[in-house]
């Protein structure tokens, strides 16, 4: 699905997904039809610009990841602003990709989405797990009676390791020699037993606990 206010880029931008061999089930030109759109086609990505009348792409974003945490994100701007870029990555996006993009870039990354990477525009990805980091070194109020830790199995350990060092899903299948699948379902099952919600709550998680640098 693509979110976009200005009829041109976004029927240009469907048209090469569709050209690509791609479908798209919806388009949408403000943030309040975005949400009716997307809760209604339930697309597996949803391409999306954060400047839009009537509901701002943040929170179109948190919406419809809060209602599907399946739900991929891909956010497509033409701000490269710092503070936009990890704004959208907390609200739940999975990438950033600016629209400065090459059509071919932006087909790569709808499809690296579409399977569980973060993609972002060269720079950005840097820029976001410094705030992971910085996130993570924030102490974290515990509850009085807080239940144990779940227990994770050695392979689900090991695979949230390399997460928290950002790697990509395709890179962990290849380091440890397993299918892309299996680690989506590795992640899925961590994200349920952490009762997490998305890739940036998990980094996060094992950032604190000190993973990405053993």
């Not at 910085?134 to 109020?141: D, Q």
């Amino acid at each position: 699905m693509v979110v976009d206010d200005h009829p041109m880029w976004r029927d240009a931008v469907a048209r090469d997904l569709a050209e690509a061999g791609l479908d798209v089930v919806a388009t949408a030109g403000d943030g309040e039809q975005a949400v009716r759109r997307a809760k209604a086609a339930a697309p597996d990505v949803l391409v999306l610009d954060l400047n839009l009348p009537a509901k701002p792409g943040v929170q179109v974003c948190k919406e419809l990841v809060g209602a599907d945490p399946k739900l991929r994100v891909l956010v497509l701007s033409a701000s490269g602003e710092h503070a936009d870029v990890l704004e959208a990555v907390k609200s739940g996006a999975t990438g950033y990709l600016l629209k400065s993009a090459s059509t071919e870039e932006l087909l790569d990354a709808v499809r690296r989405t579409a399977v569980g990477d973060a993609v972002f525009t060269p720079g950005l990805a840097g820029l976001v797990l410094g705030e992971y980091r910085r996130l993570a070194s924030e102490p974290v109020p515990t509850e009085p009676d807080e239940p144990k830790a779940p227990q994770l199995t050695d392979r689900e350990t090991e695979v949230l390791r390399l997460v928290a060092k950002g790697l990509s899903y395709k890179q962990i299948a290849e380091r440890l020699v397993i299918s892309h699948r299996t680690v989506q379902n590795h992640v899925q099952n961590t994200l349920g037993k952490l009762q997490l919600h998305n890739r940036v709550e998990l980094v996060r998680y094992a950032i604190e606990r000190g993973l990405d640098e053993e």
